[in-house]
């Protein structure tokens, strides 16, 4: 079974500062790839994706979020936080196989303070 | 854009009562799920649909759940006699399958109370 591990319940940076949010995978085959952003009393948002080819993608909202094989992991980075990016974010994985039936397997998500 | 929509965006109920959560997904899409989130917990697969029937469910997704496309555009939740651990948000899902790219449109949820 797949599983999605998210380093930090909490994350806390300044305004202007470097969001990094860790999310690792325990995958036999690497999975599809995805962060999506929940903001307060709202739905899930997809900010990313990773499917296949170039391993740095670029999502929404200046996020972008790289694939490393070696080391399953799918950190999202932004460079410069804004105020608008406290949220929860959850990274989220999909199994290449199967045709469409699994679902998506949620980590257990990341809430991002962000310090005025 | 197309969107995912449920109804209602907040349900109270008493326990022991039925509850239905409706949702319309994208119109092209042929695969539909229900996630749950308990307050504060993360999002827990329910149950996927395609074809008219179940495709897989968890271990969540047990004889008080049950779900049905009853025309051409629905997809509900049924909970047939709500307890207090039902209380959570209800997600909707739809997409095309992993040939596009596995991607699911998530709608804005059903909150359901159970008191």
């Known amino acids: 079974a797949q599983s999605v591990t998210q380093l930090g319940s909490h994350v806390s940076v300044s305004e202007g500062a470097l969001v990094l949010l860790r999310c690792n995978y325990s995958s036999s085959v690497p999975p599809y790839l995805f962060w999506y952003v929940q903001y307060p009393n709202q739905g899930l948002q997809l900010l990313l994706k990773?499917?296949?080819?170039?391993?740095l993608v670029k999502g929404i909202n200046g996020f972008e979020a790289e694939f490393k094989k070696s080391e399953t992991s799918f950190h999202l980075t932004k460079p410069s936080a804004h105020m608008s990016d406290a949220a929860e974010y959850f990274c989220a994985v999909r199994p290449r196989s199967g045709g469409g039936a699994d679902g998506l397997t949620f980590g257990k998500g990341t809430h991002l303070i962000i310090q005025p | 854009e197309p969107e995912v929509t449920q109804t209602p965006s907040h349900q109270v109920t008493q326990m022991g009562q039925e509850v239905i959560l409706r949702c319309v997904p994208i119109?092209?899409?042929?695969?539909f799920y229900w996630y749950r989130q308990i307050l504060g917990q993360k999002v827990e697969f329910l149950v996927s649909?395609?074809?008219?029937?179940?495709?897989?469910k968890s271990e969540i997704f047990d004889d008080q759940f049950s779900v049905e496309r009853p025309d051409g555009s629905n997809f509900t939740l049924k909970i047939r006699s709500t307890k207090l651990e039902d209380s959570a948000m209800y997600f909707c899902?739809?997409?095309?399958?992993?040939?596009?790219?596995?991607?699911?449109?998530f709608g804005e949820g059903s909150r359901l109370t159970v008191l």
């Open positions: 119109s092209n899409h042929l695969y």
């Open positions: 899902a739809s997409g095309l399958g992993l040939a596009n790219t596995g991607e699911l449109f």
């Open positions: 990773y499917t296949t080819g170039a391993t």
């Open positions: 649909f395609y074809n008219n029937e179940i495709s897989e």
